[in-house]
């Protein structure tokens, strides 16, 4: 493949114009007022697509547009679908970023390395351009691809990708494939790409307090009425144990141990706990005792809370005590634990210990489970000697966020899914000033070439 | 005094007039926003007592003015100084208003009583107003008041009263008095006024806590990664006992018991607690097991929070690990606790139970101490019985809220003093929809001139 190689070598430049362009498209998808940004990006891609030479087309859904697009190869090659999202998280306030979300640039980085800056320039425009990218380096040099494409883009990633069942549904047959590839996460560091053999899953909720008909004052109620703010802090804090473990009856009962031969390839990756955390400022884990690191974010459930308002949260003081108190939180799930049976046990609990003269109202947001992929696989194999030959190496690991895609994907089409990550945890994915590094970019296309090619001489039996 | 009280009546229309020009003033203390109103509050205060006769001056403080008056009278009778203030709490969200907040309004009431509408038509305009039409009648009738009278009104109550001790200090002699009068407190029902003789002090704190460097990302950092939102909860909600009363050690130390007398005078009040908790849709105690709800909001400490903020709030959701989390609480206390103290053993008790990798600061907000009146004064029987001849009887009661002013006076000018209040529990003070009773008001109004008269008898010396 050194010519298609080559190809992908010399197109950098028009590439990172292209990306550029797709991340000056502000499409956040949980904000309603971007609606209108997020059809902007299915467009550009269906342009994109169809310049390639896809049969390519955006798909109304009830929120934001599915692109679905066919790139056509040997009748008798594997079938793969690649999936990705348009959508990326909001930028919050713009205040803490260093340059404006939406307008991309090139930095020199502290390391040698130059940094692709923008919301999206990691997760996942810039890490889903690099398939793309490897597709169009194929095309231009062979005239086409070595085996057959479908790629299936949604802007709901996000935001709970609400759209995708019916979708799924409604489009089976066109959507069938013989695996399902993926860019959407991490190497395991600056020399070593990564295939995620395991995802969490996430069960969302909000949830709302009310006490008294009415805000009250302390001068006069306080200490013998109900303070809304009170009830949610304490049912909060009573989610986890004192040993930093979730302390719901009967959350952990669907989670099985960990594969041993995961384990051992997560043992053999030797993570320094002090380093990983120190990069972010923190030294200890604060997950469950006797958990290393890696098993807490990558294959136990965790319980985070996202969001608390309530009160008097302006300048200056007031002594309210407030009828009303909110909180967005999530779990975070291990493999086999179901999240409508976790949003079950979670409202049961705090039921259970709400106090007199306290309501609560629940309120559903992202949910998706959780899955592992058999280490046997001739897919993976095909692929990690595809990434040893661009890199010299390729790790196996766990990946503590959802894709809520993929156990749909699995399930409708019955395939399994390749998860291939070039993104480092120095992107500041979700956060301010979110970048990509432009050799994930470079060589994430590039390994992509490889990988197509590795792919292409599978039997599709498997 | 059949002239006096006549007068009183024959001047309702005109008093409400004055009312509710002050009340049209937003004198928002809080809010910086609103220093403007609070300096035309304060004229306004000023040109009314000037054309009553008094001598009359807005002194300006580093934040809002303070207005001060001399009204004369016989000069071998008592000289009492009456406290009020012009500052209000923020309206809140406008929304939550039957009608605009500083447009007042008259509105018949459910029984047959017309309401005063606005903020500030019972705290303190409203009330305040009742000692100024009182005075208003005496002078009109008699040509002067038959005691010596100063006034003094502030416009920080509501924010912490920061410019009252400096203020003392420097006016200290001016200020001389034989009593103080107030008129910022509840009656006990309809037919009942009060006269307060505890108040609690307050310890206020704002509280920041940060854990890492940044805004991290569920999926990836979420069990491991510490959340300051989950530490916020944990240690707000660890300030209570099961109990419910405050687990802070050394937090009750200086708690005197209450007075027997005082108990028996409460305990002669007859309160039904479910009636008391019924009228703002509540029906248990939240406060510490074993004592009577009056006990519990007038005589025992309390811990409310006041406002949560943190992580991400708006629409939608968001898989944030905030770096951030803030609370806004403050402690109610019992006469004897010293709120310096009380924030001393808060943030020890805090940082103690701060895990790692989390940091706190703290902001101070308003701070003041309780009191409680020897139950055996005689300025208190005087005040009582001319109560009592108004309205047939006259209630002891405690004050759940703080009168910062009070021990700060009572020590600058070693008197003490009388709170007389003829608002009820059903005001929504520092709520939506504000009211005031007519009759709060114009029997508020004859009640003063009755106690100017009783008071106006005593010896100085008491």
């Known amino acids: 493949m050194k010519d298609v190689l080559a190809q992908a070598d010399s197109q950098t430049e028009a590439a990172l114009a292209r990306l550029f362009e797709l991340i000056r498209i502000p499409s956040v998808s949980t904000d309603p007022a971007h609606a209108g940004d997020c059809a902007a990006a299915a467009d550009w891609l269906v342009r994109d ?23 056509p190869g040997p009748e008798t090659t594997p079938h793969v679908l690649f999936y990705g999202h348009y959508d990326v998280q909001p930028p919050g306030d713009p205040a803490l970023w260093s340059r404006p979300p939406f307008e991309p640039s090139l930095t020199p980085g502290p390391n040698g390395e130059t940094h692709i800056n923008g919301r999206g320039a990691s997760d996942d425009k810039g890490a889903m351009m690099t ?20 790629v299936l883009i949604e802007g709901e990633e996000e935001s709970g990708s609400a759209s995708l069942a019916p979708f799924l549904a409604e489009h089976a047959a066109e959507l069938r494939a013989d695996a399902i590839l993926a860019c959407d996460s991490d190497q395991w560091d600056a020399e070593t790409p990564a295939i995620t053999v395991s995802t969490r899953g996430i ?3 909000e949830i709302t307090v009310t006490t008294a008909d009415r805000d009250l004052h302390s001068g006069i109620y306080g200490n013998a009425a109900r303070n809304a703010l009170t009830v ?11 040993d930093g473990g979730i302390a719901i009856d009967g959350f952990h ?59 008097y949260t302006e300048p200056g003081f007031k002594t309210v005590i407030p009828r009303e108190a909110h909180a967005k939180l999530s779990f975070r799930l291990a493999p086999g634990q179901d999240p409508d049976r976790i949003r079950a046990l979670f409202q049961a609990h705090i039921r259970a210990h709400l106090p007199p ?5 629940f309120t559903d947001h992202t949910m998706g489970r959780g899955t592992a992929m058999p280490v046997s696989s001739p897919w993976l ?6 990434l040893e030959g661009e890199w010299g190496g390729a790790a196996l690991i766990g990946m503590g966020g959802t894709i809520p895609i993929l156990p749909m994907l699995k399930d409708a089409i019955g395939a399994e899914a390749l998860l291939v990550g070039f993104a480092s945890l120095g992107n500041r994915i979700h956060a301010p000033d979110e970048k990509y590094d432009l050799s994930s970019f470079t060589r994430g296309t590039r390994s992509w070439v490889r990988i197509i090619d590795a792919l292409s001489r599978l039997d599709r039996a498997r």
């Open 131 to 150: 398939f793309l990218e490897a597709c169009r380096a194929w095309i231009a040099t062979r005239g086409g691809l070595p085996l057959r494409v479908s």
């Open 203 to 205: 069960c969302s909720q």
């Open 253 to 311: 009962a669907d989670i099985a141990p960990l594969d041993p031969s995961v384990a051992a390839a997560w043992e053999r990756l030797h993570v320094d706990e002090a380093e990983f955390l120190g990069r972010v400022g923190l030294s200890h884990p604060a997950g469950e005792a006797g958990r290393s690191v890696l098993e807490q974010v990558w294959a136990r459930p965790s319980c985070d809370i996202h969001g608390v308002w309530g009160g």
């Open 232 to 242: 949610l802090c304490d049912l909060l804090a009573g989610l986890r144990g004192p």
């Open 357 to 361: 003269d306290a309501s609560v109202a």
């Open 49 to 71: 697509l169809t310049l390639m030479g896809a049969e390519a087309r955006a798909i109304p859904t009830l929120r934001h547009p599915m692109v679905l697009a066919h790139l």
């Open 381 to 386: 194999s095909a692929a990690t000697e595809a």
